[in-house]
């Protein structure tokens, strides 16, 4: 049901997994002053563009992808899994821990790209990633609401 709040948080996790295919998560520019040559490198979700060059694939990139379709298909089930909330709960800690182990992934794949000694410069695609963290906990949070309201409804009755 679309119409809960919660429901509403894992629309907008799918989303923003969707949204995540399309833009950069960091990059790093080195500017070599001698020859004057810029050295720029962008990673993405299908892996590390190197001077606008080449895709370089690593095994952490294909680790990327499939833990953001995880996370996809995470919340999309969670959403029509409305009148079980005790596994709706369970689903959304999992995706949290899928997103948090995700994040890291991220994290060592932009600090690791090459040139290693030039700092990360984020993009869009690491905050995107935040979002969906907070999302799934507030959907976790609503959802553990909603299945205290019910029980107190069974009590009274």
Known sequence: MIQRIQ???LLGI?????????VPFGEKISVDYTPGETSLSVLTVQG?????VATVLKPENYAI???NIVIL??????????KNRKLQIRLCSLGGLVVTINLVLIFYCAENMVPVEVKTHFLPGIY???V????FLAARKYIANDEKLVRAADRIR
């Open 65 to 67: 992808l499939v833990f």
């Open 48 to 52: 590390t563009v190197q001077n606008n």
């Open 128 to 130: 995107m990633a935040t």
């Open 73 to 82: 298909l995470i919340a999309g089930i969670t959403i029509f899994l409305y």
């Open 7 to 9: 429901s509403l948080f």
């Open 14 to 22: 799918v989303i923003l997994s969707i949204g995540i295919f399309f």
């Open 132 to 135: 969906q963290l907070v999302l």
